[in-house]
């Protein structure tokens, strides 16, 4: 089984993360994908570095290029959590797998900036405008045609998890979301 998370920034989507993994899953992370692109090329893993660089190596080596290096570690007899969708073109080629399914992560604003400053997560803005500034371009403000768009992908979600509250409620909705696949 294949669990895709998509969230915008700071939204849970580690904690989906971590709970999964305490279930067996090996996580695998888009974001991790792009930071050890930046360090191979000599630029610092800054969210703004990371969002222009996923968007040129997308235009030179092709829209799925990080989706295909994910792809290319995945073994059938294992689950997997694969954090951080946020390009449409990788969820349509996930979504024709039947082993995947997509979890949206949805958050207030404020919630997830307050998680944002809390966790110390090297590349995150660090004011609330640049924060904001961000936010837009990862939930597709301006995108016509490629780049992030968080939100597309949270609206095709099969399951969303609102996590304004806590760990223990995220917890929950995952276990249940969990128990729910092997009903099925």
């Known amino acids: 089984m294949i669990i895709g998370i998509t969230g915008s ?43 222009k660089l996923g968007i040129e190596l997308s235009k030179i080596e092709g829209e799925d290029f990080v989706l295909n290096r994910i792809l290319s570690r995945i073994q059938k007899d ?63 403000s301006g995108n016509n045609t490629s780049g992030p768009d968080t939100l597309r992908c949270i609206e095709m979600a099969d399951f969303i998890i609102v996590n304004d509250r806590s760990i223990k409620d995220i917890e929950n909705n995952v276990f249940m979301i969990l128990k729910r696949l092997k009903d099925n």
């Open 78 to 140: 294992k689950d997997y959590a694969i954090e951080g969708i946020r390009y449409l073109e990788d969820l349509n080629i996930l979504k024709k797998r039947e082993d995947f399914i997509l979890i949206g992560i949805i958050s207030s604003l404020e919630s997830r900036w307050q998680r944002v400053l809390n966790r110390d997560k090297e590349g995150d803005p660090i004011t609330f405008d640049n924060f904001i500034k961000l936010d837009s371009i990862d939930n597709g």
């Open 9 to 51: 920034i700071g939204s849970g989507k580690g904690e989906v993360s971590k709970i999964l993994a305490n279930k067996g899953f090996e996580i695998i992370s888009f974001g991790d994908e792009a930071r050890k692109e930046a360090t191979i090329r000599g630029i610092e893993p800054t969210r703004e570095n990371l969002q």
